[in-house]
């Protein structure tokens, strides 16, 4: 069963986080509910919906960033108490904007995470999670990686309420009291949580910072998973979710907001599977969905909050439903009226504006003006994704992006995406240079553009920064800066365990080094390792790398390290930077190599498939311009032979698949001539001079006669 929803703007505050808008308790069975939204400007806003315009109940004065907002009350009563968090602050205020409290928590860093239930209130900042009943410390827990979101229990099954976090680290981490009770590993970074039934029950509802959904039974000892949503479309990741009967079918349906705008609902068939029933993509991230009834009684809807704080409805009731005489007439004077009021409020602002510019030219003219530079807010995340061993560079901004330069001092590819409508140019680069640059490419972007994709595909082993210098449509014209880090091993990804069964080379490392100081050389080779370093006295962590499939295992202590992988280039990174960085800080280490020939052969074999299929690739685009010539000379293709007419049919989408993976050939013969050079250079041999051998070898590619020039070389 398809549901159609009609798009309504309310109303727009400023720049939101993630979970900052929260519906207030219907007062009746079918009343319209009132909506609380906070956003950068530390401003709380309660609106509700009167004759199609939104009413504002109360907004709090402007003051520091706000970073969630929850609702609370006492249990059994309807929760229309409205928390909101700001640094390490949390404040109350009742339905009609009294504040009733304000708690200073003490922690050293911003709360991210929040959850009030009755008297007992949960927080978390980064690593650290706090309960607190009636404002008293209860219990404290420090977690393996950063904290997500959190989310609370309570079920007559359950003795007491059981918190649950979302950590980096792709674990949901289910505490009892200050001990964790035990972990669940999900299918990548869990961003948000959220109970599936809001009354109560066992079930939690999970979204991943790379596009997945999941629902997980959690018990008294371990949890069951009941089902997972993959991200087969390559959506956005999941900014925040809800539940609520939109289909009105008697089960609650789950209503999900993601980082690129897309708005869905998600049914559950009789057998308990999702399905998805409805889809909205608006033109930025939801950071907040909610299900309820807002803007005329009796009719439900799905309400986000975007990132720059645009309040939209997505209704069931039919906005252009088909209507008497009567009521036409009615219909066009209210929209008359609206459409006049918004036109003078625009003149009047047209009018506003032009005043503001020329005072600034005259004020600007005199030798004692400053230049005031705007300020904006801009949300970016550079993450690798897992399916094509590339990072998604995404960057949104409050207000229409002009142009943006990237500049990087390392060789990257720029890969194509679909979505990126702005018009790109590239610079020359002279990367001989000390400090040069290995790109200079230049984005200008269509008018109202405020958020931009890029994808971008870098080579281990080699690693330093990528700068993005974004500029947006403001006067005086203002940019800002974010750099971000490519690291030696950067197409790794942390993973909950490895194949030991393969055959695996092993590095160790002994010396006078710290516990801290070798998990920061860790931190520097590697992503997604936690900054903090860990604790305990030692530590184990997993990778498997998302281009070629080989995997990592880095455990080290204070004095002590060993890194074993499948994949000697892997060895020969670390090794090389991991010296690098003990040589900055003047410590002497023993270095020593346990090396199996055989895993060269299996990096190999793990090669074979992807490197035949691009050669495969590149000779059929090849062959199009030749095959298309023919095809116009004689007429038609019927003379050809299957397999070229298939070519000819399937021209547009290889040369898609050509342009989307630029230099692909190139980085697979270059992992391969590195594997080459490695194996011997461990042996204490160089065959550099052997390399053009091996390059004509892989021209006329074959997977013996490579595995028998490994060999015999």
Known sequence: MEIHLNRVDYMQVGVTSQKTMRLLPAMGKKATQKVAIADHDGVLTCFGMKKGEAVPVFKTLPGPKISRLDLGGAVGTPQEKIFVCSGSEVRGFTKKGKQFLTFEANLTESI???????ADLFVCASYIYNHYCDCKDQDYYLSGDKINDITCLSTEKLPHLVPVLACQDRVLRVLQGSELLYDIEVPGPPSVLELYNKDGGEDVLYGTADGKIGLIQIGESSAVPKWEIDNDKKKGGILCIDTYDILGDGVSDILVGRDDGTVEVFGLDSSGEPTSRFEHVLSESVTSVQGGCV??????????????????????EALKAEAGPGDEVKMSKETQSKVAALRAELEQLQVKVLQGREKYQQSSQSSTAVSAVPVFSINDKFTLCQDDASYSLTLEV?????????????????????????????SECDSEQPNGNFLLATYRCQANTTRLELKVRSIEGQYGTLQAYIT???????????????????LHQRTHSIDQDRPMNRLSLVGQFSFAEIHSWVVFCLPEVPEKTPA????????????????????????????????????????????KEATKRKINLNISYDINDESVSHTLKMIHPKLEYQLLLAKKVQLIDALKELQVHEGNADFLIPEY????????????????????????????TDLFIDKFKFKGQNVKTKVSSLLEILDNYDLTSLLNFFVEA
């Open 112 to 118: 991210n995470a929040m959850h009030v239930s009755g």
């Open 295 to 316: 803007g005329k009684e009796g009719y439900d809807e799905v309400l986000t909050a975007t990132y720059t704080g645009w309040v939209t409805g997505l209704t069931t």
């Open 398 to 426: 409050q207000t229409a992006i002009d142009n943006l330069l990237l500049q990087s001092d390392v060789p990257i590819d720029l890969l194509d995406v679909d979505k990126n409508s702005a018009v790109v140019s590239f």
């Open 472 to 490: 947006p449509r403001l006067q005086p014209k203002t940019c800002q800066v974010r750099q971000y880090q490519i690291k030696p091993l950067s």
């Open 536 to 579: 305990g006295d030692s530590i184990t962590f997993h990778f498997h790398n998302t281009f070629l499939g080989t995997q990592l295992e880095a455990s080290y202590c204070k004095g002590e390290g060993h890194f074993r992988s499948d994949n000697i280039s892997t060895i020969s990174i670390l090794s090389d930077v991991l010296s």
């Open 645 to 672: 007419r298939n070519i000819l049919d399937e021209s547009a989408h290889l040369l898609e698949e050509y342009k989307k993976q630029p230099a692909h050939l190139e980085r697979l013969y270059g992992m391969i």
